[in-house]
């Protein structure tokens, strides 16, 4: 059946989600994660953006984390690497309200075991409509973006009936 017809029988089901705000404070909770092919360019992004990032409270990813605390000579919450979990952590994380900016330079042309991790991590920060940049150019829009050192209200969904569904089925 077209989806066009699915939205006319379904109609009286569908309603608008509504939203709440959540308050991203001036200074965010960054997670940093790179994939091996991909390390080198996040930590010459890391090294230009020292002066930034170093205003924000910093997370990442096995081997990544290690790197960047060097480079930065900060400490930063380092979980699992990506493939023993790390990916999944940071995701829970988003969900929890705990991480609220991603930066994931990742490698879409080298096929990794962890691949569903990475999609469920992406999948996240989507779902709970966090900044995400997955390349060089994006990251550097998004900290160069006057609301990087400002408060933000994200909209953030509200999954109650969602929830509330979900118990009565």
């Known amino acids: 059946m077209p ?22 404070g001036q200074r965010k909770k960054i997670a940093l994660i790179a994939h091996d092919h991909k390390k080198p360019d996040l930590l010459e992004w890391v090294r230009f953006n020292k002066g930034t990032l170093l205003q924000h409270e910093l997370f990442a990813t096995g081997t990544t984390g290690k790197v960047l605390e060097k480079e930065l000579g900060s400490k930063i919450t380092i979980f699992e690497s990506g493939p023993l979990g790390g990916d999944q952590q940071i995701g829970a ?13 990742w490698d879409p042309l080298e096929p990794l075991s962890h ?16 900044p995400l940049a997955c390349n060089r150019a994006s990251a550097d829009f ?3 973006s006057p609301l990087m ?11 109650g009936n969602y929830r509330h569904r979900l118990k009565n089925s």
């Open 93 to 105: 994380r988003i969900a929890e309200g705990c991480i609220d900016f991603l930066i994931f330079f």
């Open 142 to 144: 998004l900290i160069s």
């Open 149 to 159: 050192g400002e408060e933000y209200p994200r909209k953030l969904p509200d999954y």
């Open 3 to 24: 989806l066009s017809n699915f939205l006319i029988q379904n109609s009286g089901v569908q309603k608008k989600m509504a939203n709440k705000i959540a308050l991203l």
């Open 115 to 130: 691949d569903p991790d990475v999609k469920a991590l992406l999948r996240m920060a989507v779902v709970w409509n966090i």
